[in-house]
């Protein structure tokens, strides 16, 4: 008992945690609290001895299930339920009204098979990648309202009848969600997914700067920089699923705060993908820390001030890029910067140029043409390179994606 | 009209592929309509004129909702609505006794107050990771039964009347459900998972062969590895999720073919998490291809043997250690393989000392400790550094990995 009791104390411990980062999740809850308290009493005033398959339910369970952390996952849900509902509806009295005309023996082949055919095809339609992505939940409820409407078995006028009752207690248990979720303190989506693009580009920044700072630091200068910095950019490699959900929300949601309705959502998936690239790169210099006291250290004390400052440079135009995202406007900074950076990276490449060993392979090596002469005493360097060239590729990447993502938001 | 039926047609070409790609998916799509044809049956039978709300739409529902395309989801869900539905129906019985006994004024406050804060309380507790990842399902069903028994206003009475029903018919309706999913070709989480990650090694292999061939393949032979396996590490890359989810829902389901109930699914994770560490670095290795051109052509040749043979050795054990997986067997050329591989990457640092060229940097290089010596001239190999030090960080993290596993499959 004990142990358990330690193990509640744990756990809440946590959800405390959890709440205390981020209150908003907090709010989430009092109004998912609030939407149901409305409905129920709603209902309560006036009791439904009916039976609980009253169509009060339906308002209840809209909410239940339709609500979620974001506005645009609500609406996505909710649009869903009702097309699907509607659509499943409308289909089932059709099937419904062919069955009765039809005979008494032939009846129940038309409705069962029909019901059969139908569920088979939807359910094979959500593993479809695009149906998956945007309507896997209204192919659950068409499937759902077709086989309850197969079931009930009753006449083709009452139907109509019962369709209306269903459809106006979605739409009050939809409308509900929606403007609860809209109004009271709301969550977008896309906001979600701008703050969380813009921090991953300041973690990168982070990390990139921390991992050389790691490598060229000899132990002299105290640590200044935790492994948590370090590892800062793991969060970018796994944010993918998120993002990618994140952005699907995201267009169903209307105009809100600096976003207009149709803003290029499509555009921060690709920044992210450009900035998971970047990632990989920052995981392979992560891997030469553990060697670098192989590296001869007077070498490393040579390269250490031009690497810093094409990484500083580099740093900072990841962070100018998040400021940049957060303003939607370019600014001016942003051209000097990067090309400061193109020039110390170019000022490394001279340097590296410059050093007087060279490897003495058989004898093609005088031979070589100018771009092989470039890049050769490049990776001379001992173990440098491998801290050099990646980030010399990662952010030639970046750049290339830089221009026509600022030139795609301003 | 035309666009749009040429849309149609692409739509269901790309569906007709996913079938036949893959025909376990319209098997399953077939067993879903087989399960509602079955349940709609049972109440086809006797046509339930006491409205779509009788008990009969709980298991019609029950199986739309619940069946899924794995065998451990389908339980897991299955479980999770069960559960769901019993907590909440004791409680919110018992919540309805206790206001039922404290007068008329009271009871309205008590129900709807008793509900706000269940509500609040349990949907803050899907943002807990431990129940998201486990019980998300089950705190959904929670709130909507706990709810619509709270808005039903029946006496408590006739709620164990009603509970009795509810619960009999979600039984009927799950059973059906995991008895469809195992018996009728059964798609098993665990399975699945293992095929998963068998097939992502062996892709791995193959990305890594080809990477390195390409690297070394001068353009003098004919390109034998064409793009799609040299991008092949990318599956590997974004598979986190459905590994993790796979992993989830195996964990529920009872032994299967070669599988035990308390099979060691996390070991899987293990391996998949040292796998994605490789896949970086073939990234890393592919970024290089791109400059290929740049690095000397004499050393490359020097190279190219022993690089090649590293490659395909650690290469072969990565397959050879799918088929361990496979097997669940340690073989015994898996040790010999493994010392294959040490053998020559030893051979080729052997070779990489044994190179005339040393770089000439400032004086101190005389002075350097036997490490460093064997660290520098590894480097002073133009380009080549990069294809090298990469894999040979990555085999002896993923050499490190094997033991462990095989040990815990064995």
């Known amino acids: 008992a004990n142990k358990f009791s330690m193990r509640l104390l744990r756990f809440l411990k946590k959800a405390w945690h959890l709440g205390v980062d981020d209150p908003r999740k907090v709010f989430h809850c009092l109004k998912v609290g609030i939407a149901l308290?409305?409905?129920s009493l709603f209902y309560y005033m006036r009791p439904l001895y009916d039976g609980v398959g009253g169509t009060a339910m339906w308002a209840v369970m809209t909410v239940v299930v339709v609500f979620e952390n974001?506005?645009?996952?609500?609406?996505?849900?909710?649009?869903?339920r009702a097309i699907g509902t509607c659509?499943?509806?409308?289909l089932a009295v059709g099937i419904h009204w062919v069955a009765s005309k039809s005979g008494n023996k032939l009846e129940p082949v038309i409705v069962e098979g029909s019901l059969f055919l139908l569920a088979s095809a939807a359910t094979f339609s959500r593993f479809v990648p695009a149906v998956k992505k945007k309507f896997d939940y209204g192919t659950v409820i068409f499937i759902l309202t077709f086989s309850l409407v197969s079931v009930s078995g009753y006449r083709v006028e009452k139907l109509f009848d019962m369709a209306k009752q269903r459809l106006s207690t979605i739409i009050i248990g939809t409308s509900l969600c929606i403007l609860t979720s809209m109004l009271v303190s709301p969550i977008w989506a896309g906001q979600e997914l701008h703050c969380l693009i813009i921090k991953n580009m300041e973690k990168l920044a982070t990390s990139l700067e921390c991992c050389v700072a790691e490598y060229f630091d000899d132990g002299q200068k105290t640590t200044s920089a935790p492994v948590q910095n370090l590892q800062a950019y793991k969060c970018v490699l796994n944010s993918k699923a998120t993002e990618e959900s994140m952005a699907n929300f995201a267009a169903w949601e209307p105009a809100h705060g600096s976003f207009n309705f149709q803003h290029p959502w499509k555009q921060y998936l690709k920044i992210a993908a450009a900035m998971r690239d970047c990632a990989y790169c920052i995981e392979a210099l992560n891997s030469c820390i553990s060697n670098k006291k192989q590296a001869s250290k007077s070498m490393k004390k040579h390269l250490s001030d031009i690497c810093l400052k094409v990484n500083s440079s580099s740093g900072s135009i990841l962070r100018e890029l998040a400021i940049n995202l957060e303003t939607f406007k370019k600014t001016s900074k942003m051209d000097i910067s990067i090309e400061e950076m193109n020039n110390s990276v170019q000022e490394v490449k001279n340097y590296l140029k410059s050093l007087p060993g060279l490897v003495l392979t058989p004898t093609t090596s005088e031979t070589k043409s100018s771009e092989t002469a470039i890049m050769e005493p490049?990776?001379?360097?001992?173990?440098?390179p491998l801290v050099e060239v990646i980030p010399l590729v990662t952010f030639t990447s970046l750049l290339i994606e830089i221009p026509t993502r600022v030139e795609a938001i301003v």
Request: glycine residues 8%.
């Open 37 to 39: 308290s409305v409905v």
């Open 70 to 80: 974001t506005v645009g996952a609500t609406i996505s849900k909710s649009l869903n």
């Open 87 to 90: 659509l499943a509806g409308l």
């Open 378 to 384: 490049l990776l001379t360097t001992n173990t440098i």
